[in-house]
DNA sequence: CTGAAAGCGCTTACAG
DNA sequence: CTGAAAGCGCTTACAG
């Protein structure tokens, strides 16, 4: 392989890739593109030189051509900083690739939300990605479909009609945890609920309760907490679960926030976690690697689902362009059980 | 304002925007790109139907033309979650906007960065931005410039010769803090130091140490506590701090990951904060606004430095492509102090 | 200070 | 299955 040029402006086209192999740009650019019909003999030349020279397309010509030229809009309203973050992560990497815009909008209470709506729509903005909690927002989601502009909703436990969404399946994500904690051993497991203003909420509480009552396991009425999916409230639940005469070994927190502050109030005490009681939390955000000790917890890819927010987007306003109705389709992505130093077997055993 | 045709694949382009202000579009363009060198009255023209249009520059268009078709690497190893999350949006806003590529690489160990690094070079990248602590290692620095490779260091406390770099004034940031500290009326503050392979570390310790010397406040010896910057390293450094004979009224923790740290561990032997005890942190990272309370910080513009050091590394791959010297730009940032609920006046004041 | 021409790298649409 | 031509939106380089 021939070392790459510095000190030069022009990089690799395709144009190079083509001549290198002895066929035409055309040919070249449907072998990059995995077009299938194309012969093998071909595929196979175009796939060498493109290796050798090290070819990496020009996204700016190949977004130029397609003209995938959306401007799509990210309407947030007080979701943790840190799960915004990696959305953002995700939808920039793939916006970035497909040549769309991205304008991002903060709103709190109702009044900025018209606001920010205002201008996202003043910019004439093709669509709009809702992240937690908005996307569960009937107002919203409502008010956008009334302009007109496709939704793309993430997270949202039950996407609204007509509305397009990536999720995972937090119920099945929930009874895995479950099962986790039931085979440790724990036979005293608490629950820390999440905001029921969050659709994903009761499905993390709902496979909770199945998973305790197929394992055959009573769930004493104080054994459950309300939270809100904050640091603070999931402080305030832990500690009416621990300070219970007969405290649970382990706890379920509905996300990794509160299991944070569940973990703080153990150690606060006198509880080691997890070696006098397990808990664990949900989403895998970066809180869940900070704190000590690190959190088991359900993984939710997070930066994947803001890319795949962004590819159902762009294909929603394509068809939309094109004349076609909605698709409204929902893309379910798969949650890993990430087991950490939060959880083990219930003390005596 | 005529209303934005949907449903129509064309959008606005500089041509609209020159046919109706009656220009060339050469001229138009001069005027979007603020160029000097306008007449008055063509330039009002252009930006009056620009807004009219709801005019946005195509940026596929323009950097295919310009072709900014820079490669970036981004190589870190073990930086908390949540700082390479603001970095990477930081980078990724700004690389979307010029249409540079980025390629992000980990690398833990000795062996893995042989690894990494080899992997950038084979992509053709032409220059490596380096998060902390990446940008402190003096092997790393020498490697890519013995490759020729242009590096931006973020965060660095000291940048290596012919490195660019940005950061923030940390010797200021938390002067800064600990006059805040000081104004509140507390005379027995803390330090918890950082990592001293860290190079900001020192420049913290040392602003603790002057600020305190300037008041003529004592510093006692076992009142600096050495931290490694992790959350563990912070409970440990607390807990020696709060069970002293004569503890702290104030802790200036030198991150926010210690410092959330050090709040857990007060709430823990039963303090509060901040009535009994002030905990401040340093960055601003998402962890500040989790926890209860919510951190007084010094905010670090984490996102603003990544889209810093993307426009520094291509003005340093034009000047090389130009064959000119390196430039070796330092750029520092603003820092902010941002007081919220964990620091107070010390208690009977 | 202003503009007509050309071309960045790629892929669509048409032709064979 | 393969290719020659054209053009996406923008700005550089040249001319006046």
Redesign the interface.
């Known amino acids: 392989m021939p070392p790459?040029k510095?000190?030069?402006?022009?990089?690799v086209t395709i144009l190079d890739v083509a001549k290198r192999a002895g066929v035409s740009p055309m040919t070249a650019s449907r072998v990059i593109n995995k077009h299938p019909r194309v012969g093998a003999e071909l595929r196979d030349r175009v796939q060498a030189a493109a290796k050798e020279l090290?070819y990496?397309p020009?996204?700016?010509?190949r977004?130029?051509r397609t003209?995938n030229?959306a401007?799509i809009g990210v309407l947030y309203s007080n979701p943790?900083?840190?799960y915004l973050?990696?959305l953002?992560?995700g939808v920039?990497?793939e916006?970035?690739l497909s040549?769309a815009?991205?304008l991002v909008e903060k709103c709190s209470g109702i009044r900025s939300q018209r606001v920010a709506m205002k201008r996202l729509l003043?910019?004439?903005i093709d669509g709009v990605i809702l992240p937690p909690p908005l996307c569960d927002s009937r107002q919203t989601t409502q008010e956008l479909d009334e302009a007109?502009i496709p939704v793309v909703a993430v997270a949202t436990g039950q996407p609204a009609e007509g509305v397009a969404s990536v999720r995972i399946d937090d119920y099945h994500g929930a009874c895995a945890m479950m099962r986790h904690l039931i085979k440790l051993g724990h036979t005293r497991i608490a629950l820390i609920k999440g905001d029921p203003k969050h659709t994903p909420a009761a499905l993390r509480a709902q496979a909770y309760f199945d998973t305790m009552e197929k394992a055959g396991l009573e769930v004493p009425e104080n054994y459950v907490a309300q939270g809100l999916f904050?640091?603070?409230s999931g402080?305030t639940a832990a500690r009416a679960l621990l300070e219970l005469p007969t405290p649970p070994t382990a706890i379920f927190s509905s996300n990794d926030?509160m299991a944070?502050?569940a973990?703080?109030?153990a150690?606060?005490?006198?509880l080691h976690v997890p070696e006098d009681v397990t808990v664990t939390g949900f989403d895998d955000t970066?809180?869940a690697?900070?704190?000590?000790p690190m959190l088991t917890t359900v993984h939710q890819p997070v930066s994947a689902m803001g890319r795949a927010a962004v590819r159902l987007m762009l294909e929603e306003i394509r068809r939309?362009?094109a004349?076609r109705s909605k698709s409204g389709e929902h893309q379910v992505m798969k949650y890993t059980l990430v087991k950490r130093q939060s959880s083990a077997a219930p003390p005596g055993r």
């Open positions: 790459r510095r000190n030069t402006p022009r990089s090290n990496r020009n996204l700016a010509g977004s130029l003209s030229t401007r943790s900083a840190a973050n990696q953002m992560i920039l990497e916006t970035s040549g815009q991205v003043d910019a004439g007109d904050t640091y603070r402080m926030d944070a502050a973990v703080s109030v150690h606060g005490i006198g970066p809180v690697t900070t704190i000590w939309r362009r004349g």
